[in-house]
């Protein structure tokens, strides 16, 4: 069936350290890919989409890019802050109206200053 | 963007008795909503696919008699945990699809003492 793999975290690294969490996903056709990020006793929030292969998701100075080709979609950050620290997870869905997300495991990310 | 209300933020319940929890799409009409279960450092579980006026479609291992989902409006659902058990404990999550994609309540914290 459809399904997202997340790398296990945890993930700690120092303030303005590079990121990158991977994600690979197995799907039936073509899914738009997601990154969500959940801080501590909220809700999920939508940080970056991509909907077609090679598209480029990015905000907040997060990326990553839908590679079809290898299943793909790596989320990676240039220099990250305390601020960062979070619960990260990679989703997919369908194209089908009407069907809900897939999520990955979740990869908490601890920023140390 | 959308806006989702999800209510309560918490709830601290006894064993044996039942609670209702709201999501409520505020500024667009959701034919489809999704209800989340999350135990602790884990992932998004998709527990049913509830459409107004229809009976919700669950997800396999979720007990359609203990999860009561309602969604009598296009822009309410509500899930009712009947006979509440310590170990229906968790972070329930609903999500709504629309023109703005995926959007989340912020998670409703049930504890069951």
């Known amino acids: 069936g459809d399904s997202v793999t997340q790398m296990e975290g945890p993930v700690t690294l120092s303030e303005e350290a590079f990121l990158t969490i991977n994600c690979t996903y197995t799907a039936t056709g073509y899914p738009s890919l997601f990154w969500y990020v959940q801080y501590p006793g909220e809700g999920l929030q939508l940080l970056l989409k991509a909907t077609k292969a090679d598209d480029k998701g990015s905000n907040k100075g997060f990326e990553a890019t839908y590679r079809k080709e290898t299943t793909s979609f790596h989320l990676e950050k240039g220099s990250v802050q305390v601020s960062d620290s979070a619960v990260y997870f990679c989703?997919?869905?369908?194209?089908?109206?009407?069907?809900?997300?897939?999520f990955g495991k979740g990869t908490t990310l601890s920023v140390s200053s | 963007g959308a806006v989702v209300s999800q209510h309560p933020s918490w709830v601290i319940c006894k064993s044996g008795t039942s609670v209702k929890i709201e999501c409520r799409s505020l500024?667009?009409?959701?034919?489809?909503m999704f209800w989340y279960r999350q135990f602790p450092k884990q992932s998004l579980m998709l527990m049913a696919t509830s459409n107004e006026g229809s009976k919700a479609t669950y997800e396999q291992g979720v007990e359609k008699d203990k999860f009561l989902i309602n969604h009598a409006s296009l822009t309410l659902s509500t899930l009712t945990v009947t006979s509440a058990h310590p170990e229906d404990s968790s972070f329930y999550i609903c999500?709504?699809?629309?023109?703005?994609?995926?959007?989340f309540g912020s998670g409703t914290r049930l504890t069951v003492v």
């Open positions: 989703a997919l869905s369908l194209r089908q109206a009407g069907t809900a997300l897939i």
């Open positions: 500024d667009f009409q959701a034919t489809t």
């Open positions: 999500a709504v699809t629309g023109p703005y994609g995926y959007t």
